[in-house]
């Protein structure tokens, strides 16, 4: 038991840590849309749309590490079965 929670600890900070990084590493808080800037062809205006995505900030890596952090110290106080 020790040993798995050890793992899914280690699984979560990682897949966070690869998600995080292969989204863009947004250095800011998590953003559910993304700015797009369009130009209009006749006016030549530009203007801003925005498209939905998920682009996940520091406070997404923040909360998976520390809880990946809080199951690691989990794990360090159950105790080995007997056999």
């Known amino acids: 038991m020790k040993r798995v929670l050890q793992g899914l600890a280690l699984f979560i900070g990682i897949a966070a840590v690869v998600l995080w990084i ?3 590493a947004n250095r800011g808080w998590t953003k559910t849309s993304r700015e797009v800037r ?4 006749i ?3 530009e203007g801003i749309d925005y ?3 998920f682009l996940p900030g520091v406070d997404f890596l923040g909360s998976a590490l520390l ?5 690691a ?3 360090f106080f159950v105790r080995n079965k007997q056999k």
Do not use: N, P, R
């Not at 369009?38 to 062809?41: A, G, H, I, K, V």
């Not at 809880?67 to 199951?71: D, F, N, R, S």
């Open 73 to 75: 110290g989990v794990s």
């Open 43 to 45: 006016t030549e205006i």
């Open 51 to 53: 498209e939905k995505a």
């Open 38 to 41: 369009t130009l209009d062809e």
């Open 67 to 71: 809880g990946a952090g809080i199951l």
């Open 22 to 24: 292969g989204t863009g």
